[in-house]
């Protein structure tokens, strides 16, 4: 079964560091793009940082550029976000994200996301 | 990276046919053909119902439809059943980045 597991949500405190991971199973990891994608409690999804498949390429929203990192290590079959200078606002589910091959935003494959609250 | 502009709400009854519009520019939207819809039950992750504008993932039912015209792509569900009530996004891809929909909340009357 292809799948996607988050992990390292978890509460943190303004200006706090936290390191996300997505572990992925079923697939050939590195043959796929990858993305985060965050919801704040009652809200709609907000798209904010993207890799390719090599992980050459990355791309950030300008509400996290500069504070967040995106890696992967394919032999490890893992999606990692680096969060850095946490604000309230960055309060939400966190999701990771497969784009399906061939195409440029089909996300076909979602973990289940993990909370990630920030508050002193 | 502004959000794609959808109705907050649609509803509809059993078996009837709604149709939810996502309005972008001509540099989302009305410039690529990778526009997909997502499906989201409440606490659950999204999934994936339409990509590329009017392609359906292996899955899916054909109740579901895409299309595109100008700066402004659609999502009709035909057929309407209650298990259909959720919200749904619309994402496109613009310049080297992405952008979703603010959502639509779909009732079934």
């Known amino acids: 079964e292809m799948q996607l597991v988050e992990s390292g949500g978890g509460l943190v405190q303004p200006g706090g560091s936290l390191r996300l991971s997505c572990a992925a199973s079923?697939?050939?990891?590195?043959?796929?793009?990858m993305h985060w994608v965050r919801q704040a409690p009652g809200k709609g999804l907000e798209d904010i940082s993207g890799i390719t498949s090599n992980g050459v390429i990355t791309f950030y929203a300008n509400s996290v550029k500069g504070r967040f990192t995106i890696s992967r290590d394919n032999s490890k079959n893992t999606l990692y976000l680096q969060m850095g200078s946490l604000r309230a606002e960055d309060l939400a589910v966190y999701y990771c994200?497969?784009?399906?091959?061939?195409?440029?935003?089909?996300?076909?494959?979602w973990g289940q996301g993990t909370m990630v609250t920030v508050s002193s | 990276q502004s959000a794609l502009t959808q109705p907050a709400s649609v509803s509809g009854s059993p078996g009837q046919s709604i149709t939810i519009s996502c309005t972008g520019t001509n540099s989302d939207v009305g410039d690529y053909n990778s526009v997909s819809w997502y499906q989201q039950h409440p606490g659950k992750a999204p999934k994936l119902m339409i990509y590329d504008v009017s392609n359906r993932p292996s899955g899916v039912s054909s109740r579901f439809s895409g299309s595109k015209s100008g700066n402004s792509a659609s999502l009709t569900i035909s057929g309407l059943q209650a298990e259909d009530e959720a919200d749904y996004y619309c994402n496109s891809y613009t310049t080297n980045f992405w952008v979703f929909g603010g959502g639509t909340k779909l009732t079934v009357l």
């Open positions: 079923g697939f050939t990891f590195s043959s796929h793009g």
């Open positions: 994200a497969r784009v399906l091959r061939g195409t440029k935003n089909a996300f076909d494959i």
